[in-house]
């Protein structure tokens, strides 16, 4: 007779304990990772197989065939290695930016609060194992399925399941049944994993994770760093698209006409497919994706998340930052640092708690959260040495954009109900059905702390059950009395606040402080308070015309409501501002979206801020910010610096590859010449300028153009000046050399050495900014990429055999002097001219 299994039985929410970190780990090895799938990486035979599809590398192998076609074996086996070594750097390249994005996606990767035996933890998401018990709140998503042990009544949007944007709300579990398995739109005491908490706060016991979730079932994922194209990475692309369509109709048309012209129809397709790989800026893509993907890993490194990559284009234009005060300016290390009630005052760091002071407390904390997240909550949890036993939270209203306190209703050991609040003093003054007379001594209390810098909220209690327990505003309320908190400034912000100004970057303060704590805090940053500070209900009682004009005279907003910082940023977008603007509340989803930059806080936000912004801040501070935009006016000159290099090196190479047709003359080079300098090239587009250290003035410049394109006609005209000054020095060295009766071996080498000369030349005046060390260690790049390309280059001329293959002449000494100096100045000039003119700046 087989053993029945029996139904496991209900149990209360206290029999549930945090589990160990041992223990957690091995559940984890057990159940497996707590995510939905993995993120899509390509391996490196996908990027191989991408590579091989490029038309370039079919170009060169037509052009080995050829070759081979014509019996010279030696030639088409190095043409064909040199696409393949041209393959494998792109590809290399590829891996590279591959990697960035996987150490991306690490860093964004969701995380969640867990309670465990040796205390409270933040891991990420993908680490959290049934058993677990996870603090979730207001902006958060649960990261697994789960019993709401204990906490408030939640409110709960399950629209990732069901569609339904209408919230549904969730109440503490009496019993937690292991078998329960409601349908997402229930009222039960269960939250599933996506789902978002839009009201309160509470504890989640974990039972499914990964794929055992119901999102899991359904196979959906809601989170992923994807390296999506950048509008201008398409764009970008057409060009290439159409100047390879040109390429191969002007390869055709050159094959043709020298076919004709010398009857040699083989070396006809050998010059055509020598212009059409020349006229080709097949580097464009890969500079652009090198940038993106390396320069928001740069940029993570520095604790600022891209999110997009587009972002970094938009960055080095901002020009008005608006920031958070608390965590953002301050360290967010809130302590209570004066607490009042009525005649009776005390300083925590001055001396032990008064007794008269002590009913403040216990409200203030009964106030707060049981698992308290906020840094006041935590702050007035240290304050009470000795909680009371016997009494249990029997119901609590979390904030709301109509009543900006807490309440939460007790019952005590001996059976006696109370509600207690705490939040915003105007807020707890209507709870209290305060007279004008009340109302005014209360305002010149929080005044005069604010006046100090402290956060002022108000403590009030009503004694007895409330007239109606879903209402708190139904009972009347008696002051308990004022706690100001104390947040200090961050030391490095006064230093980025002044960095940013010398950039032309206005900072702007938006908090829900006091004017008066809001301008305390200001002045002690360095941030412009002469125009004093504009309120909320200032804010709502002006006209879309009269706020735009205010937002230009005003550096600081006080009392503000999250849906009020959307219309400051719309204002400062309708005056022509590029905005940057840090949020972290589920409300701040809007103006996050609305900014051009918008940045959320990686500590603090919640999972709404991160997802609605384009930058998530890793640590929070406002410095980083800062930093953040340094390092993208960085990448984005850089960048720009690329584009322009790639565009002046395909004019010689074109040019000398269709010059010699146009007189009938036997062409300079062929398919092998300009495969090797393709792989100069790439390597330069991809370290060199990629890894260029900042302009020593950039951030004391002001912010570029909004309108200005990252690579316009002005870009276009410098790159086509640059490569024709090097082309007509080259065709120079070329007709000189045959008019002198130098053989075409001799003539080809020192036209190929005069233009990798210049090639390196070019870079190196490209990329260099004037008052930067020539040898500067950060350029370790450029000249070991010379050095190499040196070596190789006095093979390939002087050792026979790889002469031979290059059809090569050794040149003579003097003409070999005269074509380096010609191609160094050729090819430097735009550094000298761009050293004199900041000189006369």
Request: one cysteine or more; a neutral charge; hydrophobic letters at 50%.
């Amino acid at each position: 007779m087989g053993l029945r299994a029996t139904r496991p039985e209900p149990r209360p929410p206290g029999d549930f304990a945090p589990l160990s970190e041992h223990e957690a780990a091995a559940r984890l090895s057990r159940f497996g990772p707590n995510e939905l799938e993995q993120p899509r990486r390509r391996s490196f035979l996908l990027i191989a197989v991408a590579a091989l599809r490029e038309p370039m590398f079919a170009l060169l192998i037509v052009a080995a065939l050829l070759y081979l076609a014509l019996g010279d074996i030696h030639e088409g086996l190095l043409l064909t290695a040199g696409a393949f070594l041209s393959i494998g750097l792109v590809v290399a390249q590829e891996t590279r930016n591959e990697n960035a994005l996987a150490a991306l996606r690490s860093l964004a990767a969701p995380s969640a609060r867990v309670l465990r035996a040796e205390g409270e933890r933040r891991r990420p998401a993908r680490e959290i194992v049934p058993g677990d018990i996870v603090l979730v709140g207001e902006g958060e998503r649960a990261p697994a399925d789960g019993v709401l042990l204990r906490g408030d009544v939640l409110s709960v949007d399950e629209s990732a399941l069901t569609g339904e944007s209408a919230p549904v709300w969730k109440a503490p579990a009496t019993m937690v049944d292991p078998l329960l398995d409601p349908e997402p739109g229930e009222e039960a005491p269960f939250l599933f994993a996506g789902t978002l908490v839009t009201l309160g706060q509470g504890a989640l016991l974990a039972m499914r994770t990964g794929r055992a979730t119901r999102l899991g079932r359904i196979g959906r994922s809601l989170e992923s760093i994807e390296p999506e194209e950048t509008p201008l990475q398409k764009s970008t692309g057409r060009v290439v698209a159409v100047f390879g369509v040109i390429g191969i109709g002007f390869c055709l048309l050159v094959a043709l006409a020298y076919g004709l012209a010398f009857g040699n129809w083989i070396a006809a397709g050998l010059t055509g497919i020598t212009l059409a790989i020349s006229l080709t800026p097949e580097e464009f893509p890969m500079v652009l994706a090198v940038f993106l993907a390396l320069g928001s890993y740069r940029l993570a490194r520095r604790n600022v998340l891209a999110r997009r990559a587009a972002v970094i284009e938009t960055l080095g234009a901002t020009d008005v930052l608006c920031v958070d005060k608390t965590g953002t300016l301050t360290q967010n290390r809130m302590e209570a640092a004066f607490l009042i009630r009525g005649a009776d005052m005390w300083r925590p760091s001055e001396a032990a708690m008064p007794k008269p002071l002590a009913p403040l407390v216990a409200a203030a904390v009964r106030a707060s959260a049981a698992d308290p997240s906020d840094p006041m909550d935590r702050a007035l949890h240290r304050l009470q040495s000795d909680p009371p036993e016997g009494a249990e939270p029997l119901r609590s209203f979390p904030l709301r954009p109509e009543t900006l306190a807490f309440v939460q209703t007790w019952r005590d050991a001996g059976g006696g109900v109370a509600s207690y609040a705490k939040g915003a003093p105007e807020a707890v003054a209507g709870l209290c059905r305060m007279d004008a007379d009340q109302l005014r001594l209360l305002g010149a209390e929080v005044a005069t702390m604010a006046a100090h810098g402290l956060r002022v909220l108000a403590v009030a209690t009503h004694a007895g059950p409330l007239p109606r327990d879903d209402d708190p505003g139904s009972g009347v309320f008696a002051l308990d009395g004022l706690v100001g908190f104390l947040d200090p400034l961050r030391e490095d912000v006064p230093q980025a606040v002044a960095l940013a100004a010398r950039a032309g970057i206005h900072v702007v303060m938006i908090t829900g402080d006091y004017p008066a704590t809001a301008l305390a805090i200001a002045r002690q940053a360095g941030i412009e308070a002469q125009g004093g500070a504009l309120s909320g209900a200032e804010i709502a009682a002006l006209s879309e015309a009269a706020l735009d004009e205010a937002v230009e005279r005003t550096r600081v907003f006080a009392r503000i409501r999250p849906e009020q910082k959307l219309a400051l940023v719309e204002a400062y977008k309708r005056n022509g501002h590029i905005v940057a603007m840090t949020g972290d509340g589920v409300n701040d989803g809007p103006a996050l979206r609305a900014a051009h930059v918008g940045v959320a806080m990686g500590q603090r936000g919640t999972d709404v801020a991160r997802e609605a912004a384009s930058i998530v801040l890793l640590d929070d501070r406002f410095a980083s910010i800062v930093a953040g935009v340094r390092s993208g006016r960085r990448i984005f000159a850089n960048l720009r610096k690329a584009l322009i290099f790639v565009t002046a090196i395909h004019v010689p190479i074109a040019g000398l590859a269709l010059t010699p047709i146009l007189f009938l003359l036997p062409p300079v080079f062929y398919p092998v010449h300009v495969v090797a300098l393709e792989l100069v090239i790439d390597p330069i587009c991809a370290l060199v300028f990629e890894g260029e250290p900042a302009e020593r003035h950039q951030m004391e410049e002001p912010p570029r153009s909004p309108t200005e394109p990252l690579f316009g006609l002005r870009q276009i005209g410098a790159g086509f000046l640059d490569g024709a000054v090097l082309l007509a020095a080259l065709l120079g060295v070329y007709f000189v050399s045959m008019r002198s009766g130098v053989g075409e071996g001799e003539t080809r080498a020192l036209v190929f050495i005069g233009l990798v000369i210049g090639n390196l030349a070019m870079a190196l005046a490209s990329a260099a900014e004037p008052g930067i060390s020539f040898f500067d260690t950060r350029r370790v790049a450029f000249w070991s990429i010379a050095a190499v390309t040196t070596l190789v280059l006095a093979l390939i001329v002087y050792l026979p055999a790889a002469a031979e293959l290059f059809r090569f002449a050794p040149p003579e000494p003097r003409a070999l002097a005269w074509t380096v100096a010609t191609a160094l100045a050729a090819g430097g000039w735009s550094g000298v001219y761009k050293a004199v003119c900041k000189r006369r700046r």
